[in-house]
């Protein structure tokens, strides 16, 4: 089972600020790695897919990068409706699909 | 526009069953395969598992497999879960959740989902 570890666990900012997030796999998943943004109450959305490929609707100011082992999740200048919670997801070695246990994003 | 909307949720004493389902619209339903995925209160997100289209493939998480059983009915565009022998250890919202192909396979929309609480 592919293990993606997260971090860090909590990241406080202001908006206006710049975010990086953190996904680790325990193996390679090539770029098979998609970022989910959920806020409380409401169900998860899909923000990057691909490793690096945006998601429809979803803004400019997110962005991923990285393949094989370790990926970031940018968000620049930061909006007062990112704060939230960031999980990666590998689809590349799978049953079972896995995700990171989450990034919490506070102001 | 793409909806799934879950339902059968509620109280169900250790031990029980409950049968969810998931109704989807705004997309070809039996082209999509599906995936069932939940969050324990407080937690993060757990996949539990995947239904191709078709039903020719089906794939569980260990910590469900032998007693949970998903299903479909294209002809009515909706996703089903059968949960037996439930645990304490099952509360969750349990989400549905529609999967494409960008290369590999790709959870793109989810439900609003439904809370399933397992208490005596």
């Known amino acids: 089972e592919i293990v993606l570890t997260q971090s860090p666990d909590t990241l406080s900012l202001s908006p206006g600020e710049s975010a990086t997030l953190s996904c680790r796999a325990s193996?390679?998943?090539?770029?098979?790695l998609a970022w989910y943004q959920q806020k409380p109450g409401q169900a998860p959305r899909l923000l990057i897919y691909?490793?690096?490929n945006r998601a429809t609707g979803i803004p400019a100011r997110f962005s991923g990068s990285g393949s094989g082992t370790d990926f970031t999740l940018t968000i620049s200048s930061l909006e007062p409706e990112d704060f939230a919670v960031y999980y990666c997801?590998?689809?590349?070695?799978?049953?079972?699909?896995?995700f990171g246990q989450g990034t919490r994003l506070e102001i | 526009e793409v909806q799934l909307v879950e339902a059968g949720g509620g109280l169900v004493q250790p031990g029980g069953s409950l049968r969810l389902s998931c109704a989807v619209s705004?997309?070809?339903?039996?082209?999509?395969?599906m995936s069932w995925v939940r969050q324990a209160p407080g937690k993060g997100l757990e996949w539990i598992a995947f239904l191709s289209s078709g039903s020719s493939s089906i794939y569980y998480a260990d910590s469900v497999k032998g007693r949970f059983t998903v299903s479909r009915d294209d002809a009515r565009n909706s996703l089903f879960l059968q949960m037996t022998s439930l645990t304490v250890e099952d509360t969750a919202v349990y989400y549905c959740?529609?999967?494409?192909?960008?290369?590999?396979?790709?959870?793109?929309?989810w439900g609003q989902g439904t809370l399933v609480t397992v208490s005596s």
């Open positions: 705004g997309f070809d339903f039996n082209t999509h395969s």
């Open positions: 997801q590998q689809r590349d070695i799978w049953p079972p699909v896995t």
């Open positions: 959740a529609r999967d494409t192909i960008r290369g590999s396979y790709l959870t793109d929309f």
């Open positions: 193996q390679s998943v090539r770029t098979y």
């Open positions: 691909g490793a690096s």
